[in-house]
């Protein structure tokens, strides 16, 4: 479904991402996994058109989609839930959702995937008319995510979903991601907590200082207590 081939990204002199290959296929939960710095952001910012490769190509369904803009990227099926969650503060929950879906011509189909990411996410009903900066770090998470999902994208990247969370909500976050699997989506997973994505994942990417050091088998990498101390600083991988 989503293929890179050697791609790279370059900031001036720093080199994010150098010369990586990835897939995903569909219905597949993939994790991108690595410490802070790896290049992670980099390498999905690329498939989302929001950074340049520098060298390499991105194709999507078979389609080169290497140089299409991000709203192109859109359009095609992809979608991203950024870094750090990125709500709209001082917009309701509701008109987040509504951008989130605003590429989608349809009304009816707008209204089927509100109603069905409502009731995936009951506690965006609940809080339909907040302000989304009122909301929990664990609720803004959930509005991100769906916000992007209201696109109807095909795969879709989660960057960090459970950074800054407390233990009992990364746990939910997890739960989320392991529900929208079984709906079927394909999900590129970028992760520093390890052992909760390689739980939920398929397979698995390990990157370190822009090089993957590790694809396979999400089980084969979280039986790999040599991979997981030396590249991810973890001790017995659970
Ligand atoms: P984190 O988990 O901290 O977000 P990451 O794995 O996502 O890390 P990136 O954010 O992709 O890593 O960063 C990869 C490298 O590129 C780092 O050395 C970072 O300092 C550098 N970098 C990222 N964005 C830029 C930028 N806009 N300009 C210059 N260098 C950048």
Do not use: W
């Amino acid at each position: 479904m989503l293929e890179l081939n050697s791609v790279s990204v370059d900031y001036g002199a720093v080199k994010a991402v150098q010369s990586v290959n990835l897939r995903v296929n569909e219905g597949e939960v993939v994790a991108l996994l690595g410490p802070n710095g790896a290049g992670k952001t980099s390498l999905i910012s690329a498939v989302m058109g929001i950074v340049q490769v520098s060298s390499g190509n991105i194709r999507f369904e078979g389609r080169d989609v290497t140089l299409a803009p991000p709203e192109e990227k859109v359009r095609c099926g992809i979608g991203i839930s950024p870094e750090g969650r990125r709500v709209f503060a001082n917009l309701t929950v509701a008109e987040n959702l509504q951008l989130g879906g605003s590429a989608q011509p349809d009304k009816a189909i707008r209204a089927e995937q509100l109603t069905k990411y409502l009731e995936m996410f009951p506690i965006l009903k609940e809080r339909y008319h907040q302000k989304a900066g009122t909301l929990s770090g664990g609720e803004q998470q959930q509005l991100a995510i769906s916000r992007c999902l209201m696109s109807r994208p095909r795969i879709v990247m989660l960057d960090e979903p459970s950074l800054g969370l407390a233990p009992v909500i990364v746990e939910r976050i997890f739960e989320l991601i392991a529900e929208l699997k079984a709906s079927g989506l394909t999900i590129l997973l970028v992760e520093q907590n390890a052992n909760e994505a390689l739980s939920v994942a398929d397979r698995a990417y390990l990157l370190h200082s822009g090089r993957l050091r590790f694809e396979g088998a999400a089980q084969e990498l979280l039986n790999s207590h040599d991979l997981m101390s030396h590249y991810m600083g973890l001790g017995e991988a659970q």
